[in-house]
């Protein structure tokens, strides 16, 4: 959720935070900051409510009096305390200790009450000053800031990341994490930190990510990592592929109009070395993945937000495609009550960044069991380095590349393909699913490319129809079948980033409630692909015309709804199969969702309260 970045360097650190801290300003954030040691007697700090300009502009009034070469910074989203410059990152005790922090510290209260009783003064309404003033107790009483951290975060509860400097080590940065990321980037006589690697691109591309429970001394020249047992270990140096031009916008407007259109790419990318001319290769889920699949007799899927959605279409390519039980679960609820997990399931997580907290935990909770009972698990995400797939038996990546813009579109279209392509292997593997089904599915998914391109070339009809939510509060999405979820993607994206208040319903639940909300001034969008249920849609569909609904429909060229007066219809897309329409008819759900916020004037890319990655609950 936060970002962290920092770094010692025998440079002037301080353009190299700012541009970290702009990297990562989609995560989510409400204010900012920054601190560094200059060699002087004093931490030096800056902090500004609103965007990152607000932080540069304050520290380009210094006139080049702000600079050194050990320094931290932070990007925060309100948890505990308003957005306030005093509850903004760094925090400092005693002009001697400062800290960064990603996560939330349970026991704050506790710790909070003790710090008080020892004579500390509170400045924040925030959970991270008691890290702060904490580390600066035990560095009174050893002197040693690593030996100091160690020490506090044994009286932590809860999740963080945090970056520790101080005035008694001023070449030395301190590092900790537990349940939130945290990076460090090598470089040649100089090491950073970071919440992810794409903040660090522009000065290294070589990675150490810490594991849970670990703590990290960090110089110019080495970097020592110690476990959660204090001692010291070998953690291995990675060489990312990602580039620091692979988040430039290039000539789009906003990176959510630049992903929507990386989607044919992402899908090419993600599909490469997966697939032959006519079969899914099982092996890219991982080595023993085909002796595992042979034994599966049910999926559980567990997720959250856009991922879960992805998950809630994959039950019924599961279910109706090879017959084989499967469950979805939104995370949070998964984590906090007593699932019964039957033998022979597979446990399958997904998510964008494979840091979300509640699948995280999760996906924990089966490890746990699965010591006793053999619960495989499989990750689908779109981070090679995540937690969750370093959780997992089984890792499928998406190459989606990285995904900026809070609203998920790629990383969304290349979870339905990987879901797709773990459909087929399970499908092949357990017996269940025969050539000629496999040759159709492959087939349809080489096409998918040309077909996410042809949906983009309605952009233009999509930006007409969008100027009728100009005025508009609230927008009623119809799916059935597949299609249902689809339309629970689209009123999410909708809310998300124009927040006009969105439903979605399976098109038959009408009569069920929501038909009591049509009149004139809700616009209802549909989407009516050529399947079975077709003719069931358009019944639906007169129901609401009767009732003086504004119908916006996306229909196959071959559905025959555009000859309905009073609709507004796109004819999106035809030849399309049970995998490939929903991934084609969300492309263009995805397209109206920014045109509307476009007309609204909200902010497209950071939508406000709402982060990238839920590392927190």
Known sequence: MCGIVGGVAERNIVPILLEGLKRLEYRGYDSSGMAILDGGQSIQRVRSLGKIKQLTQKIQAFDNEFSGQVGIAHTRWATHGVPAEKNAHPHICNNRVAVVHNGIIENYAYLKQLQVEQGYRFTSETDTEVVAHSIHYYLDKSGDLLDAVSKAIKTFEGAYAIGVIALDDPDTLIVARKGS??????????????????????VTQS??????????????????????????????????????HSVDLGEHRHYMHKEIFDQPQSVIDTLEGRITQDHVLVSAFGYEAEAVFKSIKQVQIIACGTSYHAGLVAKYWFEDIIGLPCQVEVASEYRYRNPVVLDNTLF??????????????????????????????????????????????????????????????????????????????????????????????????????????????????????????????????????????????????????????????????????????????????????????????????????????????????????????????????????RITAPITFNILLQLLSYHVALIKGTDVDQPRNLAKSVTVE
């Open 181 to 202: 990321p945290l990076v460090i980037g090598v470089g040649i006589g100089e090491h950073f930190i970071a919440s992810d690697v794409s903040a660090l691109l522009p």
């Open 207 to 244: 990675f150490i990510f810490l594991e849970d429970g670990d703590v990290a001394k960090v110089t110019r020249a080495v970097v020592e990592v110690f476990n959660q047992d204090g001692e010291s270990v070998e953690r291995p140096i990675k060489v990312s592929s990602l580039t620091s």
């Open 348 to 577: 399958v997580t997904i998510s964008q960044s494979g840091e979300t907290a509640d699948t995280l935990a999760a996906l924990q909770q089966i490890k746990a069991i699965s010591k006793i009972r053999n619960i495989p698990t499989l990750t689908i995400c779109n981070v090679p380095e995540s937690s969750l797939t370093r959780e997992s038996d089984f890792t499928f990546l998406t190459h989606a590349g990285p995904e900026i813009g809070v609203a998920s579109t790629k990383a969304f279209t290349t979870q339905l393909v990987a879901l797709s392509l773990l459909l087929t292997a399970i499908g092949k593997s357990l017996g269940v699913m025969s050539e000629a089904q496999e040759q159709k599915i492959v087939h349809g998914l080489q096409k998918l490319p040309g077909l996410v391109k042809n949906a983009l070339e309605h952009e233009k009809k999509i930006k007409k129809i969008a100027q009728c939510f100009a005025d508009k509060e609230s927008a009623l999405f119809l799916g059935r079948g597949t299609m249902y979820p689809i339309a629970l993607e689209g009123a999410l994206k909708l809310k998300e980033i124009s927040y006009i208040h969105a439903e979605a319903y399976p098109a038959g639940e009408l009569k069920h409630g929501p038909l009591a909300l049509i009149d004139e001034q809700i616009p209802v969008i549909a989407i009516a692909p050529k399947d079975d249920l077709l003719e069931k849609l358009k019944s639906n569909l007169q129901e609401v015309k009767a009732r003086g609904g504004q119908m916006i429909v996306f229909e196959d060229e071959e559905s025959d709804l555009s000859s309905e007066s009073e609709f507004k219809v796109i004819k999106a897309t035809t030849n399309v199969g």
